[in-house]
């Protein structure tokens, strides 16, 4: 489980900075999206590692809501992204 929710957080990043390395902004807006799906990904991991009882209570609390905030934040930079792709 640790294994996979690593895996999942580095991903997030990874495509971040790969969607931007393209430096096409709907590269980057796909790629963004990728982030937010393995965003989510990690969410469904803490949820289960809550579940079965890897993770306490107010440790799954704390990352779901600091998840919450990223998943914020790069719904925010998509938008910002499109509207200036719309310029």
Sequence with gaps: MTSQMRRSAVSIA????EGYG?????SFVQFLRMAQGSLKELETHILLAGRVGLLEKDNEI???LRCEEI???TRSLIRTVQAKQAE
Excluded at 22 to 26: H, I, M, S, T, V
């Design 14 to 17: 990874a495509n971040i900075a």
């Design 22 to 26: 393209r430096e096409n902004r709907g």
């Design 62 to 64: 704390e990352l779901l």
């Design 71 to 73: 998943g914020k934040m």
